[in-house]
């Protein structure tokens, strides 16, 4: 009973946001007591009070989610963000307020503690409060280099890390500055790390020590075999290493004279942060979220439970699984409608996957590593890209036995499950081809800039299928709702095509304005996500549109799934959200709730184009009190049309539409206690 729902608890008509899959870019920690913060790029700040167990996001306050580092003074936490300077929390993250007075560079790339000073590093130097972030004064005095990139403190010293002029040093808190270079080669200086006496820098090229408070540095990268070092961390003699770009982690007990990789489990290898704690290490990813190793970095978990800064950039619906992939995460499923997910990567060993696809029970992963098969419900995985000459795949196609996978260089073919690919490009003329639809044995393909192209041999050779599309379309995503074709393109929302491909209609005069991003259909209805609108839907074939993003607080939407009752919606930085489709379309079973022995009957005769009123039949089986409303998607009432007791028996009603816009709305009858619920939809 959608519509009670949608109308009597307005409360459960809206979104809600999932579990997971957990993860997103972790941008920075911080230890304070038993509290372990993460900061994230996009979703703000998240505790643990539980060794990483789990997170919860502390928000409250933090008016810009896009952290970069954290420091904690005593009982005071404080975060520095991309747009809105630093902020402070005296109460473990549950309230934070702005702290910027006197900083006039709002990105704040590095924060650090020494005494009772804070010190702030942006593109604008160096920024230090002495009375807990209520003022702040500039320090550049002796820097050659304002790009401030990372601090350490080692006894009365500050280090600052600059990007371009290497690594300054001040021995007066900050009052001033002196150049400490010499032996560094390279001199983008992305962090530092502090073991004893011994000084490391993290560069763009390698790891550097010194021993001698920063008078000269030493190369030490034998066996660090990725030189882009954005993170260090040390326990004991041990000294870490997180690289960018793949790089993993490297791990040296002899002070940086040697280096080996530890990656196991580690299935995100682009490494933004670092922190030791307790003995446990804490590495923070570049959309992977947390992993965790208890034993010195020989293995690693993830960490994720309730860290919602995930991309999820494909969703597929397979049986009773929701298969969500994510970008930087790899794969993940629920088996319970989102309640708690499943990390499974086991065989992959890409973390970007584009998309799903499902011939003769075997899933299909198209991912920027090629393409991986798994014959037992996503829980193990094998590489299938044998003649698959470009291995960055965006999406597929079925037809029968047939799979078609489209890439940055055209279109791919098998048929035998991706044991063997052969190209299938013939009039694609090697273009890049964004997205694939099969409709019976038509192959559409979307390509960027040339627009449409259909196949009607099984892509032994491809034609152009435009007309009516804007010329040099940049086509992303194809749906197929019955004959209909939609297809979104690029700074024009969406066209139908209702004869294959022939030709082509704009239906997309309520959200032009949006990056279309996917598609989902759901018997009649269309639904399309948006990158900054939400999710819209049409269930009149795209001739009208209604957002429908009730409690959707994340509406950069880059995924939609549909199952018999339930839209999923995979976000950018926050997880899948999901949304029963009784609650936006407003069909549900015309039974009573009550009384189902002597049910009702309750009909619409729709105004079709060229007519203005609509016919409300219904029986009542005894006298009843009747109301029926007509509502708006998003549950405004716009009209009563009955209100009263009346007897049993036939009853006709008519509703005048000429001064109701076009659109789909709801059409609610009670009577008695029983509620009947049907949608409508209004031409011009």
Not at 433 to 449: C, E, Q
Not at 493 to 499: E, R, T
Request: charged content about 10%; hydrophobic content about 40%; aromatic content about 10%.
């Amino acid at each position: 009973m959608g519509l009670i729902a949608l109308f009597s608890q307005t409360a459960n008509a809206d979104w809600v946001q999932t579990s997971g899959p957990g993860g997103g870019i972790i941008s920075a920690f911080a230890t304070s007591g038993s509290n372990i913060f993460a900061g994230t790029d996009g979703e703000g700040i998240y505790l643990s009070v539980n060794n990483g167990t789990s997170w919860t996001a502390v928000n409250n306050g933090l008016a810009d989610l896009f952290i970069t580092s954290i420091a904690v003074l005593g009982d005071k936490v404080f975060a520095g963000t991309e747009r809105g300077g630093v902020f402070l929390s005296t109460d473990d993250g549950a309230n934070w307020i702005a702290a910027n007075s006197g900083i006039t560079d709002p990105f704040i790339r590095s924060i650090a503690v020494i005494g009772n000073k804070i010190i702030a590093g942006n593109d604008s130097g160096v920024f230090i409060s002495t009375n807990s972030g209520t003022n702040w004064t500039v320090a550049n005095t002796g820097l050659k280099n304002l790009n401030i990139r990372s601090f350490a403190v080692s006894g009365s010293s500050i280090f600052a890390g600059t990007w371009g002029g290497g690594v300054f040093r001040s021995t007066d808190t900050g009052a001033s500055w002196t150049e400490a270079n010499y032996g560094i080669t390279n001199k983008s200086i992305r962090s530092f790390a502090i073991s004893g006496n011994y000084i490391f820098a993290g560069t763009w090229g390698g790891v550097f020590i010194s021993s001698n408070n920063g008078i000269g540095w030493t190369p030490v990268n034998n066996g660090l075999t990725k030189g882009l070092v954005s993170s260090l961390a040390t326990s004991g003699n041990h000294i870490y290493a997180g690289s960018d770009y793949d790089g993993g982690i490297f791990f040296s007990a002899d002070n940086g004279a040697n280096w080996v990789a530890i990656n196991n489990g580690l299935t995100n290898k682009d490494v933004q942060s670092l922190i030791v704690v307790n003995g446990k290490i804490y590495a923070g990813t570049n959309g992977g979220g947390v992993f965790i190793s208890i034993d010195n970095g020989a293995n690693w978990i993830p960490s994720n439970d309730g860290l919602m800064d995930s991309e999820i950039m494909c969703l597929m619906v397979y049986g009773s699984n929701i298969f969500a992939g994510t970008g930087g995460g790899g794969i993940s499923f629920s088996a319970n409608n989102g309640t708690s997910w499943t990390v499974a990567n086991n065989g992959i060993n890409s973390i970007y996957i584009w998309s799903f696809a499902v011939c003769r029970n075997n899933i299909f992963s198209g991912t920027d590593s090629g393409v991986f098969i798994s014959a037992d419900s996503g829980m193990n995985w094998t590489s299938v890209n044998n003649g698959l000459t470009n291995v960055n795949v965006h999406s597929f196609a079925v037809s029968g036995n047939n799979i078609f996978a489209c890439t940055d260089s055209g279109v791919f073919l098998t048929a035998n499950n991706g044991a063997n690919w052969a190209s299938a490009d013939s009039g694609l003329l090697g273009r890049a081809v964004n997205t694939l639809l099969a409709n019976d044995t038509n192959i559409f393909a979307g390509t960027s800039g040339s627009g449409v192209f259909l196949s009607a041999n099984s892509g032994a050779t491809w034609a152009a299928a435009n007309n009516g599309l804007p010329s040099g379309s940049n086509v992303y995503y194809l749906a197929l709702s019955g004959r209909n074709i939609f297809a979104a393109i690029e700074e024009h929302g969406v066209f139908l095509s209702n004869n294959s491909g022939i030709s082509w209609v704009e239906v997309n005069s309520d959200f032009t304005k949006y990056y279309i991003t996917s598609f989902a259909v759901a018997v009649n209805n269309i639904f399309v996500g948006t990158n900054g609108g939400g999710v819209f839907l049409s269930t009149d074939n795209g001739d009208s549109w209604n957002a429908v993003n009730g409690g959707l607080a994340n509406k950069y939407v880059l995924s939609l799934a549909a199952t018999d009752s339930t839209l999923f919606a995979g976000t950018y930085r926050g997880g899948v959200w999901r949304r029963p489709l009784s609650e936006m379309t407003e069909v549900i079973d015309p039974k009573p709730r009550n009384n189902p022995q002597n049910p009702s009957v309750f009909s619409l005769l729709a105004p079709v184009r060229s007519h203005q009123k609509m016919t409300i039949s219904f029986s009542l089986p005894c006298t009843e009190k009747v109301a029926i409303k007509v509502y708006t998607l998003s549950g405004h009432e716009i009209a009563t049309l009955v209100d009263e007791s009346l007897g049993s028996g036939l009853h006709c009603l008519s509703w005048d539409t000429r001064n109701i816009a076009a659109g789909c709305y709801a059409v609610r009858m009670q009577a008695g206690s029983s509620i009947y619920a049907k949608s409508i939809p209004i031409f011009r």
